[in-house]
Nanobody, 120 residues
Framework: QVQLVESGGGLVQAGGSLRLSCAAS????????MGWFRQAPLKERELVAS????????YYAVSVKGRFTISRDNARNTVYLQMNSLKPEDTAVYYC?????????????WGQGTQVTVSS
Protein backbone atom coordinates (compact mmCIF):
# COMPACT_ATOMS: atom_id res chain seq x y z
CA GLN A 1 0.00 0.00 0.00
CA VAL A 2 1.36 3.37 -0.97
CA GLN A 3 2.18 5.75 1.86
CA LEU A 4 2.10 9.49 1.34
CA VAL A 5 3.90 12.20 3.28
CA GLU A 6 3.14 15.87 2.69
CA SER A 7 5.40 18.80 3.44
CA GLY A 8 5.64 22.49 2.68
CA GLY A 9 2.69 23.94 4.54
CA GLY A 10 2.96 26.99 6.73
CA LEU A 11 1.85 30.54 7.38
CA VAL A 12 1.95 33.05 4.55
CA GLN A 13 0.48 36.48 3.92
CA ALA A 14 -2.23 37.00 1.35
CA GLY A 15 -0.72 37.29 -2.10
CA GLY A 16 2.18 35.04 -1.19
CA SER A 17 3.17 31.61 -2.43
CA LEU A 18 3.80 28.15 -1.06
CA ARG A 19 4.79 24.87 -2.65
CA LEU A 20 3.49 21.65 -1.18
CA SER A 21 5.24 18.36 -1.80
CA CYS A 22 3.99 14.82 -1.36
CA ALA A 23 6.44 11.95 -1.35
CA ALA A 24 5.12 8.47 -2.07
CA SER A 25 6.65 5.26 -0.79
CA UNK A 26 5.53 3.08 -3.66
CA UNK A 27 7.98 2.47 -6.48
CA UNK A 28 4.96 2.08 -8.79
CA UNK A 29 4.09 5.75 -8.22
CA UNK A 30 3.54 6.22 -11.93
CA UNK A 31 0.56 3.84 -11.68
CA UNK A 32 -1.38 6.31 -9.57
CA UNK A 33 -3.48 9.32 -10.33
CA MET A 34 -2.57 11.90 -7.71
CA GLY A 35 -4.68 14.58 -6.13
CA TRP A 36 -4.56 17.40 -3.63
CA PHE A 37 -7.57 17.94 -1.39
CA ARG A 38 -8.20 20.49 1.30
CA GLN A 39 -10.49 20.81 4.25
CA ALA A 40 -11.19 24.03 6.07
CA PRO A 41 -12.85 24.15 9.51
CA LEU A 42 -16.56 23.37 9.34
CA LYS A 43 -16.34 22.71 5.61
CA GLU A 44 -16.36 19.55 3.57
CA ARG A 45 -13.21 18.21 2.03
CA GLU A 46 -12.81 19.35 -1.56
CA LEU A 47 -10.66 18.27 -4.45
CA VAL A 48 -8.31 21.10 -5.33
CA ALA A 49 -6.33 19.56 -8.18
CA SER A 50 -5.46 16.22 -9.70
CA UNK A 51 -2.97 14.91 -12.22
CA UNK A 52 -2.88 11.78 -14.32
CA UNK A 53 -0.03 9.28 -14.20
CA UNK A 54 1.60 10.77 -17.29
CA UNK A 55 0.88 14.40 -16.38
CA UNK A 56 -1.12 14.68 -19.59
CA UNK A 57 -4.37 15.49 -17.79
CA UNK A 58 -4.89 17.89 -14.93
CA TYR A 59 -7.95 19.13 -13.11
CA TYR A 60 -8.39 22.25 -11.01
CA ALA A 61 -11.21 23.46 -8.85
CA VAL A 62 -12.66 26.71 -10.11
CA SER A 63 -11.59 28.47 -6.95
CA VAL A 64 -7.89 27.81 -7.59
CA LYS A 65 -7.66 27.76 -11.37
CA GLY A 66 -5.00 30.13 -12.61
CA ARG A 67 -3.35 30.35 -9.18
CA PHE A 68 -2.39 26.77 -8.35
CA THR A 69 -0.35 24.33 -10.43
CA ILE A 70 -0.12 20.60 -9.85
CA SER A 71 2.85 18.67 -11.17
CA ARG A 72 4.61 15.38 -10.57
CA ASP A 73 8.03 13.85 -10.90
CA ASN A 74 7.67 10.10 -11.35
CA ALA A 75 11.41 9.58 -11.01
CA ARG A 76 11.23 11.08 -7.53
CA ASN A 77 7.84 9.57 -6.59
CA THR A 78 6.67 13.08 -5.73
CA VAL A 79 3.72 15.29 -6.56
CA TYR A 80 3.72 19.04 -6.03
CA LEU A 81 1.19 21.80 -5.62
CA GLN A 82 2.49 25.28 -6.38
CA MET A 83 0.17 27.82 -4.83
CA ASN A 84 0.44 31.45 -5.89
CA SER A 85 -1.62 34.54 -5.11
CA LEU A 86 -2.84 32.90 -1.95
CA LYS A 87 -6.01 34.18 -0.32
CA PRO A 88 -7.27 33.84 3.25
CA GLU A 89 -9.97 31.50 1.96
CA ASP A 90 -7.24 29.07 0.90
CA THR A 91 -6.57 28.40 4.58
CA ALA A 92 -7.10 24.70 5.21
CA VAL A 93 -5.41 21.39 5.87
CA TYR A 94 -4.15 20.11 2.55
CA TYR A 95 -4.06 16.38 1.89
CA CYS A 96 -2.28 14.42 -0.79
CA UNK A 97 -4.18 11.44 -2.16
CA UNK A 98 -3.63 8.62 -4.65
CA UNK A 99 -5.74 6.18 -6.61
CA UNK A 100 -4.43 3.32 -8.67
CA UNK A 101 -5.23 3.74 -12.32
CA UNK A 102 -6.23 0.10 -12.83
CA UNK A 103 -7.67 -1.11 -9.54
CA UNK A 104 -9.29 1.87 -7.82
CA UNK A 105 -12.18 4.08 -8.81
CA UNK A 106 -11.64 6.65 -6.12
CA UNK A 107 -8.83 8.10 -4.03
CA UNK A 108 -8.08 5.48 -1.38
CA UNK A 109 -4.66 6.48 -0.09
CA TRP A 110 -4.14 9.61 1.98
CA GLY A 111 -1.35 11.52 3.60
CA GLN A 112 -1.55 12.96 7.10
CA GLY A 113 -2.16 16.50 5.87
CA THR A 114 -0.28 19.76 6.10
CA GLN A 115 -1.68 23.04 7.42
CA VAL A 116 -1.74 26.08 5.17
CA THR A 117 -2.70 29.37 6.80
CA VAL A 118 -3.05 32.56 4.80
CA SER A 119 -3.26 35.76 6.78
CA SER A 120 -4.99 38.86 5.50
Amino acid sequence: QVQLVESGGGLVQAGGSLRLSCAASDSTFSSYTMGWFRQAPLKERELVASISWSSSTTYYAVSVKGRFTISRDNARNTVYLQMNSLKPEDTAVYYCAAKHIYTEGDFGHWGQGTQVTVSS
